[in-house]
């Protein structure tokens, strides 16, 4: 076996960082096949540990008599903020479900949260130099570059359902009644079905007729009831608090579950949420390992500054 080609400055601060923080041989050569250095074998991390092992002695004491407790503390803070922004990131990558969406009075699609404000944080642009995966970063890139299709293409459905004739007569019949009424269901519909199940809507069959047939489903708050009980007589008091109410038309639940469309929004949901399984696993261990303080930027304190 010909000798291997010697390390560069790069590949060479990855394998102490990763030495410093206690890693096997073997872990920091698993850890480097997620890097863009080269393949390296047993003995290669053998020789590196020798050449650290050596090093470390001879720093370790003029380390300690140079560290500045205030250049530490600012450390400190940095990684601090740096695993902060991690986990609003990691929160952040979450792919709304299908009925989990509606359009606002104005025709713009409506999310139940708020997204990518992570971005706009000053130390973003330092988590690449934190967290050099090149996997998890692809991964990142390609839920970024997908999520706008998604949110298009649901856009285009709901707004499809809604100029539905079917559903804009039953909205002139039933005029104090919100337009989410009937699409809702539609799209929970979608929804189970990306979700690899059957729409449990079109589970619910009129028990005297054993027919699917449309209905309307009212659901309480939960604990909205009150039992109380008299010394003169006993009283039952029901208090319902409602929580929501949705139309079920079947006929327009089946149609769209079988349109053109449903069929690439559910495989852009299933793109997405594989993606974000693969996001958060990384970052789940990145944080568990804290793998962002073996790595500096170029905002970590302590770096010197190039004359401008």
Request: glycine share 2%; aromatic share 8%.
């Amino acid at each position: 076996m010909g000798k291997q080609a010697s390390p560069s400055p790069e590949e060479l601060e990855l394998i102490f960082n990763c030495f410093a923080r206690g890693l096997s041989d073997r872990e920091v050569l698993d850890e480097m096949q997620d890097t863009e250095f080269p393949v390296r074998n047993p003995r290669f991390m053998r020789d590196r540990r020798r050449e650290f092992n050596a090093a470390k002695k001879i720093l370790e004491v003029t380390l300690e008599q140079q560290i500045d407790p205030t250049l530490a503390k600012a450390k400190e803070e940095h990684n601090a903020e740096i695993r902060a922004l991690i986990e609003e990131w990691k929160d952040a990558i979450k792919t709304p479900k299908i009925d989990e969406m509606s359009l606002n009075l104005e025709g713009n699609l409506t999310l139940p949260f708020s997204t990518h404000e992570y971005q706009f944080h000053p130390l973003f642009k330092c988590l690449k130099e934190h967290l050099p995966r090149t996997n998890l970063w692809q991964n990142y890139s390609l839920w970024m570059n997908k999520i706008p299709d998604y949110f298009d293409s649901c856009k285009k459905l709901i707004k499809k359902i809604t100029e539905d004739d079917r559903v804009q007569n039953w909205l002139e019949e039933n005029p104090t009644r919100e337009e989410n009424i009937i699409v809702k269901p539609v799209l929970r519909c979608i929804s189970d079905r990306a979700m690899g199940r059957e729409p449990e809507l079109l589970n619910e069959l009129n028990p005297e007729t054993g027919e699917l047939e449309p209905y309307m489903q009212v659901t309480s708050i939960p604990g909205t009831e009150k039992f109380i009980e008299r010394a003169s007589r006993t009283q039952r008091t029901e208090q319902m608090a409602i929580g929501s109410v949705i139309y079920v038309d079947p006929t327009i639940c089946t149609y769209y579950l079988d349109c053109q469309e449903t069929p690439q929004i559910i495989e852009l949901f299933n793109e997405l949420t594989d993606l974000e399984v693969k996001i958060h696993e990384s970052l789940d261990e990145i944080l568990a390992r804290r793998d962002y303080i073996g790595y500096t930027c170029i905002l970590c304190p302590g770096q010197s500054k190039e004359s401008s």
